[in-house]
């Protein structure tokens, strides 16, 4: 099992960047592969990036492509999401998540554990 907390979000405008952090508790980060995934209000959740456990694969939604890195240390037990020239419709809570089998890691039923979420809001 791993718990996994969020931090790093905020207030930002439009054009900016920031990073978000996932710290990780418990089993052995490489165990797992891990995703970041985002809801606004009155959306579903959605995907936003994954990584593999050995860091040798990456994922994004068109919508960050680009934009966003995604990037892991298991000796840290982190995973780390830089997000740049940040919109507001990239205003969400984003959420952590890590999975026991990567099979599908743009699919937020493949992941096992969540986090709490960090909101970012990104102003016009």
Same mark, same amino acid.
């Given at each position: ?9 905020? /207030? ?5 960047? /920031?990073?978000?952090? =996932?710290?990780?508790?418990? !089993?052995? /980060? ?7 995934? %985002? ?13 593999? %456990?050995?860091?040798?694969? #990456? $994922?994004?939604?068109?919508? +960050? ?6 990037? !892991?240390?298991?000796?840290?037990? #982190? +995973? ?5 020239? /940040? ?8 959420? =952590? ?5 990567? #099979?599908?890691?743009? %699919?937020?039923?493949? $992941? ?7 909101? +970012? #809001?990104?102003?016009?």
């Amino acid at each position: 099992q791993v718990q996994l907390v969020e931090s790093g979000g905020g /207030l930002v405008q439009a054009g900016g960047s /920031l990073g978000l952090s =996932c710290a990780a508790s418990g !089993r052995t /980060l490489s165990t797992y592969g891990m995703g970041w995934f %985002r809801q606004a209000p009155g959306q579903e959740r959605e995907f936003v990036a994954a990584v593999s %456990r050995s860091d040798t694969n #990456t $994922y994004y939604a068109d919508s +960050v492509k680009g934009r966003f890195d995604i990037s !892991r240390d298991n000796a840290k037990k #982190t +995973v780390h999401l830089q997000m740049n020239s /940040l919109k507001p419709e990239d205003t969400a809570v984003y959420y =952590c998540a890590a999975a026991v089998y990567f #099979t599908q890691p743009t %699919r937020a039923g493949s $992941y096992n554990y969540w986090g709490q979420g960090t909101q +970012v #809001t990104v102003s016009s």
